[in-house]
């Protein structure tokens, strides 16, 4: 089992910037990748970004590219995505996710084994 737990959501302005942090706890040692995503009212969960657990490798949505960047801090089991010149199409609720083995399919949601329960992320214009 895997808990992630999400935080560092709010209302910020068009331009403004956000970290958003995950903390995970239980077996983390076995994870693969961990996720991040976002659900915007009506529409479905989109993928932005990941990264491998034991290694550097990271993933970006080309929505967010050079905008955010995911990073993890192994002492604490924290990954966090720090977001920059944020629109208002950033807000949607932002989920951290785990997979514990190997896949290719990374950016679908449907892969993953352990969510968060999401932080709100509302930029206004």
Not at 60 to 76: C, E, H, P, Q
Not at 108 to 120: H, K, L, V
């Given at each position: 089992q895997v808990q992630l737990g999400e935080s560092g959501g709010g209302l910020v302005q068009t331009g403004g910037s956000l970290r958003l942090s995950c903390a995970a706890s239980g077996r983390t040692f076995s994870s693969y990748i961990m996720g991040w995503f976002r659900q915007a009212p009506g529409k479905e969960r989109e993928f932005v970004a990941a990264m491998r657990?034991?290694?550097?490798?990271?993933?970006?949505?080309?929505?967010?590219?050079?905008?955010?960047?995911?990073?993890?801090?192994?002492?604490?089991?924290?990954?966090?995505?720090?977001?920059?010149?944020?629109?208002?199409?950033d807000t949607a609720v932002y989920y951290c996710a785990n997979r514990l083995s190997p896949?290719?399919?990374?950016?679908?949601?449907?892969?993953?084994?352990?969510?968060?329960?999401?932080?709100?992320?509302?930029?206004s214009s």
């Open positions: 657990w034991s290694a550097d490798l990271t993933y970006y949505a080309d929505s967010v590219k050079g905008r955010f960047t995911i990073s993890r801090d192994n002492a604490l089991n924290t990954v966090y995505l720090s977001m920059k010149s944020l629109m208002p199409e896949t290719f399919y990374f950016r679908d949601y449907s892969r993953y084994d352990y969510w968060g329960q999401g932080t709100q992320v509302t930029v």
